[in-house]
């Protein structure tokens, strides 16, 4: 099989790319990306030079980068992972704000819905979230029936993005899937987000910024188990169908955020509740029943085990994070928290 990622440069995509290549001895791997500051080369340095992956720089809001790599490579199917994906960038004003999301995860996603139609692709899973799904109260979780009500761009954008890849498949009859999942972390995810912004500055000994009072519930997956449900929605998942994943670990972030800092041995005095995210959804939770009974996937790291294997990757890998956080990210964390 040879299959186009777009986004492998990224947190999810390049665990995936990591995943299919050690899974599956006979797959061919193109991935495509346009290197934004989220795409980071480094996270595919081990398979850099297997004769089964190939790398193209690409844009897939650009009809000509699009059309170049279909033309050039025969793609059985596409695992669509490319998007602006941080909720707090989001909410900024500017070109880097929801125009920047708009256009990536709608028009982008729009560009290779079509390509993907020209070139008679097989397969076109698309890798979408939980947060379509708005906020929960205090009980229940989020099904694949529930009603999509995004409360921020990003969600706003990828629920657009999820309505454009169901009209391809009712419409023009291309075999698409979505994937929604909850909060994925592990390996390589870029520093903005929460579990990994916590580790760093947690071990640099800087405050760890809480938003609000803590209590918002997000239902964590370890990205390896999220990584295996893609896989098996790509093979087995019923053409038109949405699939929600998710890591049946809901809890408050203040309980990650101690955790963290008791994996590090560091004090709970580096909590800092700052002004809380605009239209901060409350809480988060999947109900995964139907990929659990229709295509068996199972959940297989549990929270504790992965989040300390997590913090020990980035102690192992602290030169990956610190040459990130030594950069254009010094602007972005004055930006975010400087006033807060
Ligand atoms: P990420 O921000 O780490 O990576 C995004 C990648 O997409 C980067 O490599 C970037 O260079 C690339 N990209 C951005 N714009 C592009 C463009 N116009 N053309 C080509 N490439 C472009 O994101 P992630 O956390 O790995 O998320 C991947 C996907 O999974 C996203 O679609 C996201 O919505 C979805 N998702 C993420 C999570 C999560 O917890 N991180 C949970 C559920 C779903
Ligand atoms: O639910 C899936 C979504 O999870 C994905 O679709 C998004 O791409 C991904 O970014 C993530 O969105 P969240 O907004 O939930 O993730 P984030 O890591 O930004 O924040 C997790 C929680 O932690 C959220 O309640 C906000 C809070 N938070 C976050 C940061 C960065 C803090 O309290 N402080 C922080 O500094």
């Given at each position: 099989m040879k299959l186009l990622i777009t986004g492998g440069a990224g947190f999810i995509g390049s665990n995936f790319i990591h995943y299919m290549l050690t899974e599956y001895p006979d797959i061919q791997i193109v991935n495509f990306d346009a290197?934004?500051?989220?795409?980071?080369?480094e996270n595919l340095g081990p398979v850099e030079?297997?004769?089964r992956y190939t790398f193209v720089k690409g844009d897939i809001t650009v009809e000509a980068d699009v059309t170049a790599v279909f033309q050039a490579h025969a793609m059985d199917a596409v695992v669509h992972f490319a998007a602006e994906s941080h909720v707090d960038r989001s909410?900024?004003?500017?070109?880097?704000g929801p125009e920047a999301f708009i256009r990536t995860n709608i028009l982008g996603t729009q560009r290779l819905l079509d390509t993907a139609r020209v070139h008679r692709v097989r397969r076109f899973v698309h890798v979408s979230t939980?947060?379509?799904?708005g906020s929960l109260e205090s009980e229940g979780r989020f099904m694949e029936?529930?009603?999509?009500?995004?409360?921020n761009p990003y969600a706003a954008t990828k629920a657009g993005s999820d309505f454009m890849v169901r009209a391809a498949h009712r419409s023009?009859?291309?075999d698409a899937v979505i994937t929604r999942c909850s909060n994925n972390f592990g390996p390589?995810?870029?520093?903005?987000?929460l579990i990994p912004l916590m580790i760093a500055n947690a071990l640099e000994n800087k405050p760890l910024p809480v938003y609000g009072d803590g209590r918002q519930v997000r239902d964590w997956i370890y990205v390896r188990d999220h990584c295996r449900g893609i896989d098996c929605v790509l093979r087995q998942g019923k053409a038109g169908e949405v699939y929600n994943i998710g890591g049946m670990h809901d809890v408050p972030n203040l309980e990650v955020v101690r955790l963290i800092l008791k994996l590090l041995n560091k004090?709970?005095?580096?909590i800092q509740h700052v002004t809380d995210r605009p239209g901060h959804d409350r809480r988060y939770a999947i109900d995964s029943t139907k990929i659990e009974t229709e295509l068996g996937w199972r959940r297989q790291f549990d929270f504790e085990t992965a989040l300390k294997a997590t913090v020990d990757w980035y102690l192992q890998y602290r030169t990956w994070w610190e040459r990130i956080r030594s950069g254009e990210y010094q602007k972005y964390y004055a930006t975010m928290y400087g006033k807060r």
């Open positions: 290197l934004t500051y989220a795409g980071n080369l030079r297997n004769p909410l900024l004003l500017g070109p880097e939980d947060e379509v799904y029936t529930s009603p999509i009500q995004p409360n023009h009859g291309l390589y995810q870029f520093p903005e987000k004090p709970d005095s580096l």
